[in-house]
């Protein structure tokens, strides 16, 4: 663990409190009859930034509830640093959110604001270690405004000051930039991401936005009904989804459904609609029988049939339904007999676009392609991510 | 011609309106420099006499004492209890929530004799003395559904989230409640305080059953008016009145002045 020296200094803390593992084992949540959180083991380890990224309902923010002693678990146990934690209130544990809306004092000043924390636990210079922390989000010069008299983007640098002030063992973020627009946003992000390596704590990030997810956090949980789909990093998460929820959720994919015909070893062959469609093993979660074979759009090349290789594997021959230009590419529809629609992101190079009703053929690297249970739904998290995107 | 008068209607209605509110108070106001004999109910000629000596009639301030002091009791009660009641029904989820709700409305809807006679019936049946306990036990019941009325109002627009994040940052429930709860209640709760005091001061109907030979000031002001009303009643009358004003234009002012200065920064 890195922890550089550019953090408010830091007398008070044992060593163990800093930035210390958190791990949830067993955890289920039922509000009545509803099913929040289902059986959850998750680990998260210090000084990481880990995102839990979901559709609204799935479970992540009423696990990061759980963490923070808002919300106790129906069963199982959590521990931070090896310290079991679970039972206990929310002022008892080394945890400090960012709430979704902030939730900042509105009769404190700014100031009194970032110092509730250090003057609960009574320490000593709360103001100055106060004043230190806004420093630290380049908001100094406001302590004395009221949290109404600042932009959505201030109040927000606000909340993480005072929660960050407090060094706490975990520091929670509950969707904190909703709020924002989209450049603050971006922003936002970078400073975040900054911050956190800056002062070494663990960050547990909880967003809907995936890029969000995908450009702050070392680690990624994808959850969805209660349960964690996958976890990992997030290229490993986007390269190689395990479930058609990771695969739709997480940017876009294109699933088909077929069988497995052929074993060549090192690879499987997908037969879906007469076409032969390549996987490597290593790259899929079943290997024989029913199979759904996926491939994200920007992995297919599409060419002009003369173009094309002589027939074999992963080769799609389609017809274009539909074209975007969007500047940088286009994104196309093809449209492939036996499969159904295709879609292709295709980077302007300067090649010449192909039209709506253009015949093309499509390939790709078998090394691009994954492969999944053939039960699975193709559709699996589709209209979650499209709900998640507005 | 309705172009130009229809500028003029509201104001002048609205004139109207508050003529009509306050001529009794002015009339109360300027009967108090009346040179009255024994009734104050024609003008006999100016003087000062009265508001040099307000406690001049007798039983005036005594009972005005009275008043003060069984009100002041009921606010604190009402103000405490009610507060925490309203918390409750807004914050707590229980099986009987929406009867309770419903019920602590229930002394505003009756009418108030029913409530006095009944609470008489049930101080002499259980043995009670009538007096200043009784008079601020019957005002503490009617007032807390007033206090709770008010507060309850101010609960539901506190946002819960803030009680989390004090208890986020390591404020045990009851430091939250006096760092974050109640200060943001703070205004709702004064509020009905006040209106608990008034309503209390204020109160005949049921404290002339349950009083006994204690005299408060409307119960002193009733009972006066079949031999004629003191000048002094209007004295401390127009004085109660003033003073009110004087509490709303200073908290008018106080609240300008922290705006302005909160703009300034």
Wanted: proline share 5%; hydrophobic share 45%; glycine share 8%.
């Amino acid at each position: 663990m890195t922890m550089v020296q550019t953090k408010p200094e830091s007398p008070n803390t044992d060593a163990d409190d800093q930035g210390a593992d958190l791990r949830l084992a067993a955890i289920t949540k039922r509000f009545g009859g509803f099913l929040a959180v289902d059986n959850l083991d998750l680990e998260i380890p210090a000084a990481s930034f880990f995102a839990l990224l979901g559709p609204s309902g799935c479970g992540k923010t009423t696990t990061l509830r759980m963490i923070a002693g808002l919300e106790q678990p129906t069963s199982g146990s959590m521990s931070i640093g090896g310290k079991d934690i679970t039972g206990t209130s929310a002022h008892e544990r080394p945890v400090n959110t960012v709430f979704q809306n902030y939730a900042l004092f509105p009769h404190m000043s700014v100031l009194d604001n970032v110092a509730f924390g250090l003057k609960r636990r009574k320490i000593r210079d709360h103001q100055a270690k106060a004043k230190q922390a806004l420093e630290l989000v380049e908001l100094g010069h406001l302590s004395a405004r009221r949290p109404a008299q600042l932009s959505g983007g201030q109040q927000q640098r606000v909340a993480l000051a005072r929660a960050i002030v407090n060094e706490p063992a975990l520091l929670l973020l509950d969707e904190p930039l909703g709020a924002l627009d989209m450049k603050l946003r971006r922003q936002m992000q970078g400073e975040l991401k900054r911050i956190q390596t800056d002062i070494g704590l663990t960050f547990v990030h909880v967003t809907h936005d995936q890029e969000e997810a995908m450009t702050m956090a070392d680690t990624v949980a994808v959850m969805n009904q209660g349960q964690v789909e996958q976890l990992g990093a997030p290229r490993e998460l986007y390269e190689l989804p395990r479930t058609a929820f990771v695969a739709n959720f997480l940017g876009k994919s294109n699933l088909v459904a077929g069988e497995i015909i052929e074993d060549r070893g090192d690879a499987v062959v997908i037969s879906a609609g007469g076409n032969r469609l390549a996987v490597r093993k290593d790259r899929s979660t079943t290997h024989q029988g029913k199979a759904l074979i996926g491939i994200r759009p920007e992995k297919l090349r599409m060419m002009w049939p003369a173009d094309a290789p002589a027939d074999g594997s992963n080769i799609l021959r389609g017809r274009v339904l539909d074209s975007s230009f969007t500047g940088v590419s286009t994104e196309y529809l093809v449209e492939v007999a036996g499969i159904g629609p295709v879609g292709v992101f295709s980077q302007n190079h300067g090649q010449q676009l192909a039209a709506p009703g253009d015949d093309v053929v499509l390939t790709w690297d078998t090394a691009h392609a994954f492969g999944l249970d053939g039960d699975e739904d193709t559709q699996a998290g589709a209209r979650e991510a499209e709900a998640a995107a507005t | 011609m309705r172009r130009r008068i229809g500028p003029w209607l509201v104001p002048a209605f609205g004139g109207l309106a508050f003529l009509f509110l306050l001529v009794p108070i002015a009339y109360v106001f300027a009967f108090s420099f009346n040179d009255a004999g024994r009734t104050n109910l024609s003008w006999r000629g100016f003087t000062l006499d009265n508001w040099r000596n307000p406690c001049g009639a007798p039983a005036v301030c005594e009972s005005l004492a009275n008043s003060l002091q069984i009100s002041s009791i009921v606010t604190v009660i009402a103000t405490i209890l009610g507060t925490a009641i309203a918390i409750g029904l807004v914050r707590l989820r229980f099986k009987f929530n929406a009867t309770a709700n419903m019920l602590i409305f229930l002394p505003l809807a009756t009418p108030e004799v029913v409530l006095g006679a009944s609470l008489l019936a049930q101080f002499l049946n259980i043995g009670v003395d009538l007096g200043v306990g009784t008079i601020i036990i019957a005002h503490s019941m009617f007032c807390i559904s007033f206090v709770v009325v008010a507060v309850k109002a101010r609960v539901a627009s506190l946002d819960p989230k803030l009680e989390e994040a004090a208890a986020d940052l390591y404020a045990s429930p009851i430091q939250a409640f006096w760092r974050v709860t109640f200060p943001l209640l703070l205004p709702g709760i004064v509020a009905a305080a006040l209106l608990a005091f008034a309503m209390s001061f204020d109160d005949f109907i049921i404290t002339n059953f349950n009083s006994g030979n204690v005299d408060t000031f409307p119960k002193f002001i009733y009972v006066a008016a079949t031999r004629g009303i003191p000048a002094q009643a209007n004295v401390i009358g127009s004085a109660m009145f003033i003073i009110a004003l004087l509490i709303v234009i200073g908290g008018q002012i106080l609240s300008n002045r922290r705006a302005k200065m909160l703009a300034a920064r």
